[in-house]
């Protein structure tokens, strides 16, 4: 099995973390956005269910491992998501004036 540093990876998707940000910054507009943030949590989905899955350890000792390691490196890597409740407080709303 291959190890990759944690900085060899950075380097590697460098580019394409900056192409991505200057994606962003050229959309502006939220409905331009969602496209680009439904993307990137696909291929968060992609890579967990694919690629990760399947390296991980057979090994209960193993696994216990990579699970330390992941706790002592940040833990697991999250895509949190905007509820409406958000979007109601960043509105400046009362959440009993929208209607249905």
């Known amino acids: ?3 990759h540093s944690e ?3 950075k380097g590697r998707i460098a580019p394409l973390i900056a192409e991505l ?3 962003a910054d050229e959309l502006k507009q939220a409905e331009s956005l969602l496209p680009l943030l439904r ?3 696909t291929i968060h989905l992609d ?3 694919g690629p990760f899955r399947q390296s991980l350890p057979e090994d209960l000792q193993d696994l216990y491992t990579l699970l330390q390691t992941m ?3 940040g833990g697991w890597p999250y895509i ?3 509820q409406l409740r958000t979007f109601i407080d960043l509105l400046g709303q009362d959440g009993a004036e929208i209607t249905t």
């Open 80 to 82: 949190p998501r905007l």
């Open 71 to 73: 706790k002592k490196s």
């Open 47 to 49: 890579i967990q269910e």
């Open 21 to 23: 940000r200057q994606v």
């Open 7 to 9: 900085d060899a990876i």
């Open 1 to 3: 099995m291959t190890t």
């Open 39 to 41: 993307e990137i949590e």
